[in-house]
């Protein structure tokens, strides 16, 4: 992912140095590229309708998995040929960069018309993970530059028969709570939680859960500012965590490697009795297991004072190719998307949470849930700031290494600490 982004800034200068004009195409199509392979023959049915309605066709392209769509899309930016819509499918500092490149439109004008009509249908959250603050990090001009097909929330996923067995009554809310079900759950043979800790952005997600909970998102975001270093007891009590859960026996076998599609399966299958996955997962599990009976809450609160929030947002999103010959009628196929019909009809065929407010109104009791924590939510995209992506990776992988006890909490929190420091002599932060 770190030498397609170098690539794709470099690709990005070359657009901006050729100033190459858009090709030129039809006027009644608009041409749409995703990666969305659960969500194609509901987008292909949707296109048709839009067609009838408008008169206007939907091109749709499907290229998954989603590594070669970025593919796709960095070269795609470096001829000059990217399609009316498309999704970016990277960091915000990416994304920041086909915006600078003049590569991706400014919808705000149109979020903002009527009243605020099209931004008013939208979670809020949903709408931030697009949005571009005043005094923001990147230099970008402040506005709405994408638009939320749907969101998603990853919270903590349990199996209330598997609970039942082992004598647990009620969800555990504390951290000392979730311990106690662990003991509970081993003592009847049970294996007590399952993820995909071999993707450490799960790891990331995971703990800056609980780094929130423990601290607070002001601490924390000083700590990224150079301010509070990763030796500070807040931050041990963070790496602590895991060290806790493995010495108790919490973790599935070989969980460090495995991915987050083999953890949803474990979790479907009944292998274990709790799990930490995306609202998507809800599609997965249907899929897998149609009877299984299971609920979702936030992680358990290590602290009380501060709330344990959870990664939410956007799911997916599309942007409008700010070159397109055809971009008012992009924008107006996206807000005839967004609305609630189409939003209803999308959750419906694919179990996945409209970013529509409206079109959740319907949906099941378990998407419901989780839909219920997007308030709530926060998401490295709409941080003021985030940590530099060498230091993330040194912290994601000093906790495989806690979990599987190469590692204690204080010798990684010494070794992210150098690295933070080697980083900040290269890199001045704001």
């Keep these: 992912m770190k030498r397609l982004g170098a690539w794709l800034c470099c690709a990005l200068l070359v657009v901006i140095t050729c100033g190459c004009a858009q090709p030129k195409k039809a006027v009644n199509e608009i041409e749409l590229w995703h990666w969305m392979t659960d969500r194609q023959d509901a987008l292909e049915a949707l296109a048709r309708k839009y067609e009838q309605e408008t008169g206007i066709r939907v091109k749709l392209s499907l290229f998954a998995p989603s590594d070669s769509y970025i593919q796709k899309i960095i070269a795609a930016a470096q001829a000059n040929v990217l399609p009316d819509i498309y999704g970016i499918l990277d960091k915000k500092t990416i994304f920041a960069s086909f915006i600078k490149a003049g590569l991706v439109a400014d919808l705000t004008s149109a979020f903002e018309a009527d009243g605020n009509a099209w931004g008013k249908r939208f979670f809020v959250k949903a709408v931030d993970n ?49 311990l106690a079900a662990v003991k509970a759950l081993k003592r009847v043979g049970i294996v007590p939680f399952v993820t995909g800790f071999g993707e450490t952005w799960i790891v990331d997600c995971f703990a800056s859960n609980y780094a929130f909970n423990i601290m607070g998102e002001a601490k924390v975001m000083a700590t ?34 495995k991915g987050n599609k083999y953890a949803e399966q474990d979790f479907a299958l009944e292998r274990a009795a709790f799990s930490f996955d995306g609202s998507w997962g809800v599609n997965i599990y249907k ?55 189409q939003q209803a009809y999308l959750s419906e065929q694919t179990n996945n949470l409209p970013s529509n407010r409206e079109a959740s109104v319907g ?40 979990i599987i006890g190469e590692k204690t909490p204080a010798q990684v929190a010494v070794e992210v600490q150098k690295i933070k420091l080697r980083q900040m002599g290269k890199v001045k932060r704001p």
Excluded: C
């Design 130 to 178: 697009n949005r571009f603050a005043v005094g923001n990090m990147d230099g970008v001009k402040p506005g709405i530059y994408g638009v939320p097909l749907d969101v998603s929330t990853v919270q903590m996923i349990y199996n209330r028969n598997l609970l039942k067995k082992a004598g647990i009554a009620t969800v555990p809310a504390t951290f000392e709570e979730f």
């Design 224 to 257: 990224f500012r150079g301010e509070v270093p990763y030796t500070d007891p807040d931050w041990m009590a963070v790496f602590t965590v895991f060290q806790t859960l493995a010495k108790k026996g919490a973790f599935i076998e070989g969980i460090v490697t």
């Design 287 to 341: 899929s897998m297991n149609p009877v299984l009976d299971y609920g979702v809450a936030p992680l358990p609160a290590l602290k009380a004072a501060n709330p344990m929030r959870v990664w939410g947002g956007a799911g997916s999103s599309l942007v409008v190719n700010a070159l397109s010959p055809n971009k008012d009628k992009a924008v107006a196929f996206l807000q005839w998307i967004t609305d609630t019909p």
């Design 363 to 402: 949906i099941s009791p378990i998407l419901g849930d989780f839909a219920k924590a997007m308030e709530q939510s926060t998401h490295p995209r709409v941080w003021i700031l985030n940590e530099d992506p060498i230091v993330v990776e040194a912290f994601d992988k000093g906790i495989q290494s806690i």
